[in-house]
């Protein structure tokens, strides 16, 4: 592997592949190289195979894709061949509300949402499969960044097996490692953005630091359960469902929202997804089978399939989506040290945390000259 790259990105997540592919596009010879922390693509917005049955897989992260009606030119310039390969599925019917009684309705607001296919870590592929010359962009996985320096004009970038990687630009895909919760995180010793600069060095990245240490994210603990009973599933009628949980049950519960979703050996996969902010109502396995039967009392094909549920596994996300304090789009580039920010801690004004990401690592591409 040689160790000299034009730009090198922390993250591949959808930021980090989508500014890489748009990057691609625009400078076809310039070498990247991805240095992500986790086993593949997709970060937030990946999958992943149970641990105890090989042959399940599914979504633990970011379940389904929405796009504000404001969605940019060059996000739909992306995700149109998507939808037209059907690579892209609009799921807005397959989601239903429950109510706080525990009633089921399809009140869900029609926009947009979508899912891809077969997996959400096929997103990030499908990104990167668009960029015109994708030999040029590489890959390093279970990599950590643990340090960053800039020395004579080049950023030197430290990895877990002390390996130092050198490129001319260097991109942050990633709030983490300038945000304090890194060091529990990541399990780092030093905040490495901040190390790399002496302040008063760089003002925007100054006041980037500086921002980015205010910013407070949502977390969510995921519950992966397994249906083996074939006949249930097959009563249950739906091969794939979403349902989101009214705010009160989410306040009660921190039950966010539950998806069902067949596999291909005719078995089911259900995903939980729990929201807190400070504290989460800590339940074990028992209890969450508990309290989903007790919601769906009203419904005897949702309690024959959680009467059959076992939980599988867990996935604690402890910075799942930044809650506020977004910083600005003026922060996203630097040229005093060719450094560049891209990722959902950016604001996009009417944009979700998954759409601002993407608008923020298009921007960045479009901003190098
Ligand atoms: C359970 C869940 C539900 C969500 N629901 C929604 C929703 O409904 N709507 C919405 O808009 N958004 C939602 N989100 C947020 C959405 O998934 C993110 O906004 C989006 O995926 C961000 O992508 P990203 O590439 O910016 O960041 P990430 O996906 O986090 O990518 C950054 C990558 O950088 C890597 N990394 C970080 N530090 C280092 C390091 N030091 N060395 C090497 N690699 C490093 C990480 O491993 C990661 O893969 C949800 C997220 C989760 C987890």
């Known amino acids: ?77 992306l995700i149109s061949p998507l939808i037209d390969s059907k690579k892209l599925v609009d799921i807005s019917n397959d989601i239903l509300m429950m109510d706080e009684l525990g009633f089921l309705n399809d009140s869900y607001p029609k926009t947009k949402t979508y899912k891809s296919l ?11 499969n668009q960029s015109i010359n994708p030999k040029k962009i590489n890959f390093l996985f279970q990599t950590l960044v643990k340090s960053i320096h800039r020395k004579n004009e080049l950023w030197n970038i430290e990895v877990n097996n002390g390996c130092i990687l050198k490129s001319k630009y260097f991109i942050l895909s990633s709030s983490l490692i300038a945000h304090p919760r890194c060091l529990e995180i990541l399990d780092i010793r030093k905040l490495p953005l901040r190390e790399a600069f002496n302040l008063g060095q760089d003002k925007i990245v100054d006041y980037l630091l500086q ?69 989460l109502i800590v339940i074990d396995s028992d209890n969450v089978i508990k309290s989903l039967f007790s919601l ?59 759409e601002s990401a993407m608008n923020s690592s298009i921007r960045l591409a479009q901003l190098l000259t």
């Open 296 to 354: 769906f009392i009203n419904y005897p094909k949702f309690l024959d399939l959680i009467l059959e549920a076992s939980l599988i596994d867990t996935m604690d996300w402890r910075a799942s989506q930044p809650l506020n304090n977004l910083l600005p789009k003026e922060l996203q580039w630097s040229e005093t040290s060719n450094i560049g920010f891209c990722g959902d801690w950016f604001n996009w004004r009417n944009c979700g945390s998954l």
């Open 211 to 279: 921002k980015t240490k205010k910013l407070t994210y949502l977390k969510r603990k995921i519950y992966i359960l397994h249906v083996s009973n074939h006949a249930a599933v097959l009563n249950f009628n739906y091969k794939y469902l979403q349902i989101v949980f009214s705010k009160k049950i989410e306040t009660n519960l921190n039950f966010e929202r539950i998806i069902f979703q067949i596999q291909p050996d005719g078995t089911m996969v259900i995903v939980l997804h729990c929201v807190y902010v400070n504290k």
């Open 1 to 77: 592997m040689k160790n000299f790259y034009d730009f090198i990105v922390i993250g591949a997540g959808i930021s980090g592949c989508t500014f890489a592919s748009s990057l691609n596009k625009r400078f076809s010879k310039d070498s990247i190289l991805l240095i992500e922390h986790g086993r593949r693509l997709g970060g937030r917005a990946t999958t992943r195979k149970s641990r105890k049955n090989k042959n399940l897989k599914f979504d633990h992260g970011l379940p389904s894709i929405n796009f504000s009606n404001n969605v940019s030119k060059d996000i739909l310039t």
């Open 118 to 128: 077969p997996f959400m870590v096929d997103f990030c592929e499908e990104i990167i």
